[in-house]
T-cell receptor, first 111, second 120 residues
């Protein structure tokens, strides 16, 4: 399978805990993006990497959120001290040029 | 700032008929790209079709076509010969190039989506 892979598919955590999600992009894609989607809404941009450089961050990405792409391949998104409002689908996408290809997402539920 | 508006929360269509999903956009940039994605209940976002603002021809991909009306700032998706498997949420999105030389930075702005239901 050469698509975008995200792990885990589902994560249930208690408020205040830290969580980390992983995204493996399509191998030749140098651009990687994180989006957040809540029920009934379109995805909202969080952050963008070109190779290992994080080039843009949304104001939605509070200090509790951090994303990395250390070797320009896979990426991780960490949320510290989770809050109930963090419950959402976290989508990763990658691209070479115009078209973004998305993974199946990680569904986070904060209890 | 860019904005995408999808005014149809839900649409219904009979199998084998055509359906049009509306999308209007707002940007002051001359160079931009318009996208449509399909999101079935499984959650994955599936790329359907892309239209560049300078493309003179309307984009087509199989049963999907994009009715691009630049002056009206609309980019409606037309699905011909609807199938039961077309039932899903559909999102319109826009990207505006940024950076030196207009290198696209990849940020897509999405609309609220339209739920399409295909009846047998």
């Amino acid at each position: 399978d050469t698509g975008v892979s995200q792990n885990p598919r589902h994560k249930i955590t208690k408020r205040g805990q830290n969580v980390t999600f992983r995204c493996d992009p399509i191998s030749e894609h140098n651009r990687l993006y994180w989006y957040r989607q809540t029920l009934g809404q379109g995805p909202e941009f969080l952050t963008y990497f070109q190779n290992e450089a994080q080039l843009e961050k949304s104001r939605l990405l509070s200090d509790r959120f951090s994303a990395e792409r250390p070797k320009g391949s896979f990426s991780t998104l960490e949320i510290q001290r989770t809050e109930q409002g963090d419950s959402a689908m976290y989508l990763c996408a990658s691209s070479l040029v115009e078209k973004l290809f998305f993974g199946s997402g990680t569904q986070l539920s904060v209890l | 700032a860019q904005k995408i508006t999808q005014t149809q929360p839900g649409m219904f269509v009979q199998e084998k008929e055509a359906v049009t999903l509306d999308c209007t956009y707002d940007t002051s940039d001359q160079s931009y790209g318009l996208f449509w994605y399909k999101q079935p209940s499984s959650g994955e976002m599936i790329f359907l079709i892309y239209q560049g603002s300078y493309d003179e021809q309307n984009a087509t991909e199989g049963r999907y076509s994009l009715n691009f009306q630049k002056a009206r700032k609309s980019a409606n998706l037309v699905i011909s010969a609807s199938q039961l498997g077309d039932s899903a949420m559909y999102f319109c999105a826009m990207r505006v190039p940024r950076g030196a030389g207009g290198t696209s930075y990849g940020k897509l702005t999405f609309g609220q989506g339209t739920i399409l239901t295909v009846h047998p």
